[in-house]
């Protein structure tokens, strides 16, 4: 299979200077505002999004180690593997987060509940729309007993190049 490559459309902006300390979901996330500084060549594609309430924002971490497929997740001590995590560091370290569209002012795209460090390379950006995004779920895996942790649960580092 050939490499694939995907270049930046933009730069994610957040008052989160490094990795350590910024929340790790955008639900722990409540109420911290940042911009989304789409490319000029892409302003064009904003047309229309200004009436939705939240976005999907596609990212690169950017700052993440080298990819381990076994991991110690944030909210919890035990191994696991990578793809049953949200650790920034994977094989291909593609980010997601929703967010919600506060307003679009020219080629910035202003935002609520921000997750993301500061001059993270924006991948895509796509509408949330809870018809398409939202399924209800019998089982959550290991999280189950660690998902009421997400509020006070900060990125500790540990996934930092």
């Known amino acids: 299979m050939d490499e694939v490559r995907y270049k930046p459309i933009g730069v994610i902006h ?75 560091s994977r094989p291909n370290p593609i980010g997601i987060s929703v967010v919600r569209l506060i307003r679009i002012k020219g080629n910035t795209i202003h935002v609520r509940d921000m997750d993301i460090v500061d001059g993270t390379p924006l991948l895509d950006i796509k509408p949330y729309v809870p018809e398409f995004d939202v399924r209800e779920v019998e089982k959550i895996g290991w999280l189950e007993k660690n998902v009421h942790k997400l509020s006070t649960s900060k990125d500790d580092g540990r996934f930092i190049k």
């Open 14 to 88: 957040s008052q989160f200077k490094e990795p350590k300390g910024t929340p790790i979901q955008p639900a722990g996330a409540d109420g911290i505002d940042g911009t989304v500084e789409l490319f000029p060549e892409y302003a064009e594609g904003l047309k229309n999004l200004e009436n939705f309430s939240h976005i999907i924002l596609v990212y690169h971490f950017h700052l993440s180690k080298k990819s381990s497929l076994i991991v110690k997740p944030y909210m919890d001590n035990q191994l696991r593997g990578v793809f049953s995590t949200r650790a920034p």
